[in-house]
């Protein structure tokens, strides 16, 4: 597909448990995203991966939060010991190298903590 | 420093009027300014953006007002339509760094 794809879709965990996100990104798009909007909030940032530069990681709220990117290309967002203020929506956004190019969000994956 | 308000938090708004989202930043570092349109399950979806060099930029029904001296910009959305009912976000980006963003506003348009 030509946009950024996020999965799961939906995401139900128990407290405690780990998940992973994944995302596949726009192909060719070398910048990529994560945010998280809880609801009735705005979007919050997570983590920005820049080609094969360190990763901005000034967003994750707690060191149970990581992402990887492999390749370049496909990245996934792991909670660690879930807690039921992680629920909320994970976005991915992808962009390509030029500043302040857009950034193409997927449709997110919801994650619901019990 | 990192800070974009945005008002109001939802609003009403008749076809065929004017809709009008407002949103002030803090950081003059700041060198780009989208607004994301975002409809319930979709992620969000860039609408229009203005760079701080340009005081407005008009596409279609869709107006960014940008004062740099007071550090605002809002978004006028002309002859309103129940299909533009969703929620706006106004963003602040430096350079390559990650979208600041607001709360958000949730419209209805009313038919």
């Known amino acids: 597909g030509a946009g950024v794809s996020q999965s799961p879709s939906n995401k139900v965990t128990e407290k405690g448990k780990d998940v992973e996100l994944r995302c596949d990104p726009i192909?060719?798009?070398?910048?990529l995203y994560w945010y998280r909007q809880s609801l009735g909030q705005g979007l919050e940032f997570l983590i920005y991966?820049?080609?094969?530069?360190?990763?901005?990681k000034s967003g994750l709220p707690s060191d149970r939060f990581s992402a990887e990117r492999t390749g370049g290309s496909v990245s996934t967002l792991t909670i660690q010991r879930t807690q039921q203020e992680d629920s909320a929506v994970y976005l991915c956004?992808?962009?390509?190298?030029?500043?302040?190019?857009?950034?193409?969000f997927g449709p997110g994956t919801r994650l619901t903590v019990l | 420093q990192q800070q974009v308000k945005q008002s109001p938090q939802s609003l009403i708004v008749q076809k065929g009027g004017i809709s009008i989202i407002n949103c002030a930043y803090e950081?003059?570092?700041?060198?780009?300014f989208p607004w994301y349109q975002q409809f319930p399950g979709k992620g969000p979806a860039l609408l229009i953006a203005?760079?701080?060099?340009?005081s407005e930029k008009k596409e279609g029904r869709f107006t960014i007002s940008f004062n740099k001296s007071a550090k605002q910009f809002s978004l006028h959305i002309m002859d309103s339509q129940p299909g533009d009912s969703a929620t706006y976000f106004c963003?602040?980006?430096?350079?390559?760094?990650?979208?600041?963003f607001g709360t958000g506003t949730r419209l209805l348009v009313s038919p």
């Open positions: 963003a602040a980006v430096r350079g390559f760094q990650k979208l600041v």
């Open positions: 991966f820049q080609g094969n530069s360190a990763p901005d």
């Open positions: 203005i760079r701080p060099d340009v």
């Open positions: 956004a992808s962009s390509t190298r030029d500043p302040a190019s857009e950034q193409f």
């Open positions: 192909s060719g798009h070398t910048a």
């Open positions: 950081n003059t570092a700041f060198d780009y």
